[in-house]
């Protein structure tokens, strides 16, 4: 590669390259999901002597001393580029809007900055196979090979970048690390994509270079006629025209258009603790693997007339709905077709709930999210203790992907169903054999067989197409925070809600049992306990709620087996836990399968996965308030202390409900519960910053496209 230092100065930086710049230091936001044009890598490679590692691979950049950051230093950027990637502002949402393109401004997008440059102030995420290559000798048997790599490098890595397959390609060649560093660029680690939705109260302010103008009148325009009035300018005098009502208008849709207003588009800040501050939600996504192919676009114009007129896309066949058709006077006032294009792009990735558009990439859709491949989300605020420390709060931490895969299954590539069907059909022409020569086939052949089958017929039905980190999403999204969190130098702590919270908000379903003299069983099941997340809305709780509008009744019957309580309860995996909780108390109880979920969640996995995290760096996890005063579960200890006394006659006389009244005051603002607390000093956050973390865990794990991995040993 060469070196920016050894050639002369280069000419100042274009607009979109000054923007790349800037995208890439944190000072705006890098689009989500269009990829950059090959002319503008062709551009950005002439300009800086960065090249693509090749056409349709995106670019990893090297690490702090690379021609990025000197690029960077260039143009006045800011040095600490950072992972997280804001909505494309010039993508889809952009063109609902009507604006268009300016004569002379050229579109272009870029792609998310991952990798090992993710953080330059600090490491972030590293591979541990890029960090185990340097164990290795220059050249090896592909055995010795595989041995050090295994290790001390993630199985789930190896697998999902080949490394197995290729080291057996090898034969008894030996290995050279620089044939194993360009398989590895072949085939990158799946490094997420980071993407915030809110944060800060205010908007960020504008890059250095860019300025709103007014923009005059188009000569000729219609009489009546909404115009672009306003134009945003970047660094090299190119700009961008829109329309606005006034100069506080324009300077909110300059900004919307650099994704620098991002306070206002959450979706779930109504389920947090009071007393949080600047909610943000984070969304970690893959990459689309479907390469987008604009010839497949068709555009079909309906014109009304001269000026108006809506348009039609479709990719492939697929419809992607109708839009309005208003362009600019240069285009005879409809939409330049790169525009539509573009548009189609971000339709055919992720669809558009509101004009019920699908999308068409084979992507995984969330219901939470409008954004495609998320693969895990979290949902935080910015808390002040008690003592006086600032710090992060985590509401939630969930996978939508791996909670459906968990259920319904994965998609499993071909390379993975063929050799599992050859197996198959081998088996059962074997046993069928046995029999036909009246003979008993082996247990273990027809076991195979059965377990074969059903995991072929589950792929075939499944929906939910596959992903890493099936186990290890968890830490991903802790590892996340944790590193977001050591890049804030107000931050002293980092805290994860308790399954407590999480029961209170959104309830649980609850069995009751007893076994009557027959040998059967008398079961009560609800579907919807508790849980106040409706609360606001002046519902009441979620199982109230339910059972006034008849979506959830309480069942009293009588069952005899495992399947009858399936069918009561209509989960077959809840059914046979609850089995067994029946077998063992007979005599009678209770089981609240979703609460107990919440318990294994957040009290245990989550909770020892952050402590097993920051114990490397010398911190452990503490269960602490968030907030002065009483937690609600000591003022609820008093108020069932006041029941009992009066109802044993021994509370003062009158005094009963003032007393409740002051409880009930003082619950209202009172700490939900107490939480998980990781507190970290400016040592503990400087070695973070420093060392960062593993993308993926060191414990091994089946390969990719197993629908029943093993559980992470950590």
């Known amino acids: 590669m060469p070196d920016p230092q050894a050639r002369p100065k280069p000419k100042p930086p274009t607009f979109w390259q000054t923007l ?5 230091a944190g000072v705006a936001p890098v689009p989500s999901h269009a990829s950059p044009p090959p ?3 062709e551009a950005l490679s002439k300009a800086t002597g960065i090249g693509p590692s090749k056409v349709g691979e995106r670019y990893v950049p090297s690490p ?7 690029l960077l230093q260039f143009v006045g950027g800011a040095s600490r580029p950072r992972s997280v990637a804001a909505a494309d502002p010039f993508g889809a949402d952009a063109y609902l809007m009507g604006q268009g393109e300016a004569p002379g401004f050229t579109m272009g997008s870029v792609e998310p900055m991952t990798g090992l440059a993710a953080f330059a102030k600090g490491r972030g995420f590293y591979s541990r196979i890029e960090e185990a290559l340097k164990l290795l000798p220059k050249s090896a048997h592909p055995n010795k090979v595989a041995s050090i790599l295994k290790a001390n490098a993630s199985a789930e890595e190896l697998a999902f970048r080949q490394v197995p397959e290729f080291l057996a390609s090898k034969g008894n060649t030996p290995v050279t690390a620089a044939e194993l560093s360009a398989h590895l660029a072949a085939h990158p680690a799946p490094m997420p994509t980071v993407k915030v939705k809110g944060g800060p109260p205010s908007a960020k302010p504008m890059p250095p270079g860019y300025r709103i103008e007014p923009l005059a009148p188009s000569p000729g325009a219609p009489r009546g006629a909404t115009q672009r009035n306003y134009t945003l300018i970047g660094p090299d005098g190119s700009g961008r025209a829109f329309y606005a009502t006034d100069a506080a208008d324009a300077q909110m849709m300059a900004n919307d258009m650099l994704g620098l207003n991002t306070q206002d588009n959450t979706k779930f800040a109504q ?8 909610y943000r939600e984070t969304l970690l996504t893959l990459p689309i693997q479907e390469q987008f192919d604009p010839s497949k676009v068709k555009i079909i114009r309906n014109r009304r007339s001269a000026t108006q007129g809506s348009v039609d896309l479709e990719y492939d066949g697929h419809p992607l709905g109708r839009w309005a058709d208003d362009g600019p006077i240069s285009n005879n006032y409809m939409r330049p077709e790169s525009e539509l294009i573009e548009m189609a792009k971000g339709l055919w990735a992720s669809g558009s709930k509101n004009n019920s558009v699908k999308p068409v990439a084979n992507a995984f859709t969330s219901s939470h999210w409008d954004d495609p491949n998320v693969l895990v989300h979290t949902r935080a605020n910015e808390r002040t203790l008690p003592t006086g420390e600032r710090g992060r709060f985590l509401e939630e931490v969930q996978s939508d992907w791996h909670q459906q895969g968990k259920e ?7 390379e993975v169903t063929a050799p599992m069907d050859a197996e198959y059909r081998a088996l059962v022409h074997k046993n069928a054999a046995a029999w036909e020569a009246g003979q008993t086939p082996l247990p273990a052949d027809v076991a ?4 074969l089958e059903a995991a072929l017929m589950r792929a075939d039905n499944a929906t939910t197409p596959d992903a890493p980190f099936k186990d290890a999403w968890p830490d991903l999204a802790l590892k996340q925070q944790l590193l977001e969190t050591a890049e804030d130098p107000n931050a002293q702590w980092l805290g994860l809600s308790s399954a407590d919270t999480q029961i209170k908000r959104w309830g649980s379903e609850r069995l009751r049992w007893t076994q009557t003299p027959t040998g059967n069983w008398r079961v009560t099941y609800e579907p919807q306990v508790g849980g106040d997340a409706l609360a606001g809305q002046g519902i009441g709780d979620m199982g109230a709620a339910g059972l006034e509008r008849g979506h959830i009744t309480n069942a009293d019957t009588f069952i005899r087996n495992e399947a009858d309580l399936a069918r ?3 989960d077959k995996e809840k059914a046979a836990k609850a089995w067994k909780r029946l077998q063992a108390a007979p005599d009678g109880g209770e089981y609240l399968p979703r609460a107990e979920g919440f318990r294994q969640q957040y009290d245990e996995n989550l909770r020892n996965k952050l402590a097993k995290m920051i114990g490397k760096f010398g911190g452990t996890v503490e269960r602490a308030p968030l907030s002065g005063g009483r937690t609600k579960a000591q003022i609820d200890a008093e108020m069932d202390a006041l029941h009992d006394a009066v109802f044993q006659g021994t509370a003062p006389a009158g005094s009963y409900q003032n007393q409740l009244n002051r409880l009930q005051a003082e619950r209202e603002t009172a700490v939900s519960d107490l939480a998980w607390l990781a507190r970290l000093t400016p040592e503990m956050k400087r070695q973070i910053r420093e060392k960062g973390l593993p993308l993926m865990s060191l414990a091994a794990l089946a390969a990719l496209g197993s629908s029943t991995p093993p559980k992470e040993a950590r």
Do not use: F, H, N, W
């Not at 702090?64 to 000197?70: F, K, V």
């Open 408 to 414: 319904k299954g994965y998609q499993l590539p071909s």
């Open 20 to 24: 790349r710049a800037l995208q890439a």
């Open 568 to 570: 009561l309860m209509g």
């Open 271 to 278: 389920y947090q603790l009071p007393g949080g501050e600047q």
């Open 64 to 70: 702090a001393d690379s021609p990025l950051q000197r």
């Open 448 to 451: 195979r067989a059965q377990e």
């Open 39 to 41: 002319t503008g890598l």
